[in-house]
């Protein structure tokens, strides 16, 4: 392999692990198949998703040099926009909740971006952020955009984000699992990732796709919200009109709690040496329900979302 001209090159084609050592003390019958996307530079999936917004800006006449960009984030995103608008010599300004982990915005800092740390809603719990203090980073993050003449990164709303999903990710995890995958489940953020990947995947073979929230706020399953806090952070945000849902097939529904997730985090490193966070325990938590249940006997695709260490000060690892 020749090296790569810059760090843009390292982002994507992540390694993939078989879990089949968690299967087996789990005793269900199938097989989980882990992309490891917190190895990617940014240490999550988010790096993906960065390149393709900016990259699809740049193309359509978007984003000008020297132009500054900005985006909310719950630090992911902003993480892989802080590494890409380095390279590529954009100013890059994130918008972030208190109530994400502060390794996040550490990171984020150390890369060269301007963090903005937006306060919580008044009866929200630091380290779980609600679809409220999402709004609230929103509001924050428009403002922001206007008074700079910025270009805004919209992860919610950019097709350069699933886009590089469906051209990485889904061919990566089809050829990782010699074709055999059967289903693809993810936890839902912005939806980017489970919108290209499934799309992707289904063009290769017959892939079933499940989109995971939490417990308690599971929106786009058509449930009523009773329970908004969750420790879940960078999804779940109990929004029922992701946009890159709307014409993306879902084949069903599953709920993670934010125990489940938790527990599963930590099985993961201790069991097989995965050092992931909140949303990757609870992406092989119901993946593990799945085999249980309707994709019993089959191959359940994951994203490994990002890294453990951006979660050393919340109780994940207490």
């Not at 150390?110 to 809603?121: F, P, R, S, T």
């Not at 061919?171 to 939806?191: I, K």
């Not at 990947?197 to 796709?209: E, N, P, Q, S």
Request: charged letters at 20%; glycine letters at 14%.
């Amino acid at each position: 392999m020749s090296a790569h001209a810059s760090i843009l090159g390292a982002i994507g084609g992540t390694p993939s692990v078989w879990l089949d050592r968690l299967v087996a003390e789990a005793g269900v019958d199938g097989r989980i198949l882990a992309k490891l996307d917190y190895l990617n530079p940014g240490s999550s999936k988010k790096d993906r998703a960065a390149l393709g917004v900016i990259n699809e800006a740049e193309e359509a006449g978007l984003l000008v040099p020297g132009q500054t960009v900005v985006e909310l984030t719950s630090g992911n995103m902003g993480t892989g926009l802080a590494i890409v608008c380095a390279i590529k010599g954009y100013p890059f300004v994130a918008v972030m909740s208190r109530g994400n982990s502060p390794e996040r915005a550490r990171m984020m800092g150390a890369l060269g971006a301007e963090v903005v740390l937006v306060d919580q809603a008044q009866w929200s719990v630091p380290g779980q952020v609600s679809g409220t203090d999402l709004a609230l980073v929103e509001v924050a993050a428009t403002e922001i955009a206007l008074a700079r003449a910025a270009f805004r990164a919209d992860q919610f709303q950019r097709q350069g984000n699933p886009a590089a999903h469906e051209a990485t990710t889904a061919p990566e995890l089809w050829a990782d699992s010699g074709g055999t995958l059967t289903a693809f489940a993810d936890f839902a953020g912005s939806g980017g990732t489970y919108a290209g990947t499934i799309r992707g995947l289904k063009a290769l073979g017959d892939v079933r796709g499940y989109v995971i929230e939490p417990e308690g706020a599971a929106a786009l399953a058509g449930q009523v919200v009773s329970d908004g806090s969750h420790p879940i952070q960078g999804g779940g945000y109990a929004m029922s009109d992701l946009t890159f849902l709307e014409d993306t097939p879902v084949d069903g529904y599953l709920t993670a709690t934010g125990q489940e997730a938790r527990d599963m985090a930590r099985t993961l490193a201790r069991t097989e040496g995965i050092f992931g966070g909140f949303s990757g325990g609870a992406n092989v938590a119901a993946a593990l329900n799945l085999l249980r249940g309707p994709e019993k006997g089959g191959t359940v695709g994951v994203i490994i979302c990002d890294s453990g260490l951006k979660y050393l000060s919340t109780d994940l690892w207490a």
